[in-house]
């Protein structure tokens, strides 16, 4: 199995330009997450979805911020317009079921800086 | 408080020795637990989950405590290949009891291990 593929791996942009993060599961995973990790606030929930539907996204920090998860294979984490207080790393993560008792399997995160 | 807090380290530690990582969570309805390694400039991966009865994998041994809402980690004959950062993870849960798919993360605790 080839795991969670995200990408871009790294992102550099400037200050209020749109900048869109991909994300494939694990093929047979129902659950997909996505999170932002930095070294202040360390790894946090920004949304998830089991299949294909939002079900909790309390995790988003603004408007500016969105996700969508068009079919069970593919998911984007949109930021538009960007600011410099959005660079961190992004991760990705699908796990088999949603119980919390599964294990969450992470990309390896897309490392975005804003300029 | 937040919700799950960690010894953040630095753990030094010479090759072979003991060590143990502590964590307490705020949520006393949570059911599950983890342990994610985290190696620099790559994504968590499950290390272990960690069980009311104590669990072991081996040189890793995992413990919880519900009363004292407390889990630790301790690491045994430790390698250089076990210089990382350590999270821990608790799952969310409703007053109820009914665990959902959030996981909570811990800020995490270095662990350094030297020749």
């Known amino acids: 199995d080839a795991g969670v593929i995200q990408s871009p791996r790294h992102e550099v942009t400037e200050m209020g330009q749109e900048v869109t993060l991909r994300c494939k599961p694990i093929?047979?995973?129902?659950?997909l997450f996505w999170y932002r990790q930095t070294m202040m606030r360390g790894l946090e929930l920004l949304i998830y979805?089991?299949?294909?539907?939002?079900?909790?996204d309390s995790g988003m920090p603004e408007d500016r911020f969105s996700a969508k998860m068009p079919n069970a294979s593919f998911s984007t984490l949109k930021i538009q317009p960007s600011e410099p207080r959005d660079s961190a790393v992004y991760f990705c993560?699908?796990?088999?079921?949603?119980?919390?008792?599964?294990?969450?399997?992470f990309g390896p995160g897309t490392r975005l800086t804003v300029l | 408080r937040k919700e799950v807090e960690q010894d953040p380290g630095p753990f030094n530690v010479p090759e072979g020795a003991t060590v143990a990582f502590n964590c307490t969570y705020s949520?006393?309805?949570?059911?599950?637990f983890f342990w994610y390694r985290q190696d620099c400039r790559k994504e968590p991966k499950l290390l272990m989950s960690?069980?009311?009865s104590g669990n072991e994998d081996g040189r890793f041994t995992a413990q919880l405590n519900r009363a004292s809402q407390y889990i630790s980690l301790l690491i045994r004959d430790s390698k250089l290949s076990d210089s990382a950062t350590y999270l821990c993870?608790?799952?969310?849960?409703?007053?109820?009891?009914?665990?959902?798919?959030?996981?909570?993360f811990g800020q995490g605790t270095i662990l350094t291990v030297h020749p």
């Open positions: 993560a699908s796990s088999f079921n949603g119980d919390g008792t599964d294990t969450q399997y």
């Open positions: 960690v069980y009311s």
């Open positions: 993870v608790v799952n969310g849960a409703n007053a109820g009891g009914t665990s959902y798919g959030k996981l909570t």
């Open positions: 093929s047979g995973h129902d659950y």
């Open positions: 949520n006393s309805a949570s059911q599950s």
């Open positions: 979805f089991n299949n294909n539907v939002p079900i909790d």
